[in-house]
């Protein structure tokens, strides 16, 4: 039987997926993208799952990048149909709307860092190491890399990693603001893992429109952003869980949030 490229394992209500090449440190073909894609589809649509963690297998890499292997010898036409990997990220932005957490323990280059960046929030470990050095190739990032990137960090430093190809370390990563948090190696995914259970005892629609609120931020002007907050959060008072939420709060105990 061959190996599962992507390992799925549900932790209460937090959905943990693995990457699972760690001989080519999960380098991205297509057949573990179409895993990923069906594994997180699988996950978006399981109730009992409010957040998806997303890491590598092995402790050297999330993932090094797409697959140079694979992707050597093709021609400009074989990337062209294939639109190689290309399309995931239309299953990430249309059918994944539950909070994606990229847990990065090592390398996360080129397609690795990309895929990072397409999820939610990135939380590395004290040994991960960022980098589009996709120049060396002879080719230049093609799933985001030059543009999320440069959201994320500004042009000085995405000019820099794009065009010197030098990776950076995990403590860069976080004062440059590509990451939200860097933990120790030690139980790294574990202590991820506690984060997303932590934001999966919320309410599961609070948390879908709150992210798509955040997503919206990068997409509009200020003025249509905030326009569209305030649209979700007066719907947000249609939902029980908001009633529940500050009910808790004023009776001084727990929420117990219903997920509707
Ligand atoms: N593709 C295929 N195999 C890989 C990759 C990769 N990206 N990265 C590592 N491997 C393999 C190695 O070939 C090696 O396999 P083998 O033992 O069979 O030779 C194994 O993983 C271990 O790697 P190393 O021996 O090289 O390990 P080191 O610890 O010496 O080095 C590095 C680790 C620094 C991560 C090194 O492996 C490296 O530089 N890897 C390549 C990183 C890279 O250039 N990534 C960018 C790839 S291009 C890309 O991602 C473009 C995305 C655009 C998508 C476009 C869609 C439209």
Known sequence: MSEQLVLSEKRGKVGLLTLNRPKALNALNNEIMQALSDALLAFEQDEGIHVIVLTGSGDKAFAAGADIKAMQ????????????????????????????IAAVNGF?????????????????????KF????????????LGGTQRLTRAIGKAKAMDLVLTGRFMDAAEAESSGLVARVLPVEN?????????????????????????????????????????????????????????????????????????
């Open 131 to 142: 980098g589009q050095p996709e120049i060396k190739l002879g080719t230049i990032p093609g």
């Open 188 to 260: 790294f995914v574990d202590e991820v893992v506690k984060i997303a259970e932590g934001m999966a005892a919320f309410s599961s629609p609070v948390l879908m429109m709150a992210k798509q609120c955040v997503n919206a931020a990068l997409e509009t002007t200020l003025e249509q952003g905030l326009q569209y907050e305030r649209r979700v959060f007066h719907a947000t008072f249609a939902l029980e869980d908001q009633k529940e939420g500050m009910a808790a709060f004023v009776e001084k105990r727990a929420p117990n949030f219903k997920n509707m």
């Open 108 to 128: 996360a280059l080129g397609g690795g860092c990309e895929l990072a960046m397409m999820c939610d929030m990135i939380i590395a470990s004290e040994s991960a």
């Open 73 to 100: 010898s093709w021609s400009y036409m074989d990337v062209y149909k294939s639109d190689y990997i290309g399309g995931f990220w239309e299953t990430m932005k249309t059918s994944i709307r539950k909070p994606v």
